[in-house]
Nanobody
């Protein structure tokens, strides 16, 4: 079974940076999509960024984080990372990691219902 464990989030001030990591501590998956999602109370979960196991050229960002956030992966470590720069108060949310085994090469969806396996989430708070 896939088990996703996110690193601790944190509290930062606007303009600061934070890096999240997510590791699959369960069974290996040969080919997959992984991604970061976020959710605030009362709103739907939204896709922040996704990446395919076969290449960092296959990354898919939400418009609201382009140029500020960067997703990367380390297949050996079974991990993905989210580097968040120039954080804004609107970035405050619970951040979730997700994984979906796939049988294709290419871009991964940022749709919530595309992903089967989820982490428990980690809180990121941006406040002055």
């Amino acid at each position: 079974q896939v088990t996703l464990v996110e690193s601790e989030g944190g509290s930062v001030q606007p303009g600061e940076s934070l890096r999240l990591s997510c590791t699959n501590t369960g069974v290996d998956v040969a080919r997959f999509c992984m991604g970061w999602f976020r959710q605030v109370p009362g709103k739907e979960r939204e896709g922040v960024a996704t990446i395919h196991s076969e290449g960092e050229s296959y990354v898919n960002y939400g418009e609201f984080v382009k140029g500020r956030f960067s997703i990367s992966k380390d297949n050996t470590a079974k991990s993905i990372y989210l580097q968040m720069n120039n954080l804004k108060e609107d970035d405050t949310a619970m951040y979730y990691c997700a994984l979906q085994p796939v049988n294709y090469s290419g871009y991964c969806s940022r749709a919530v219902d595309f992903f089967r396996f989820w982490g428990h989430g980690t809180q990121v708070t941006v406040s002055s």
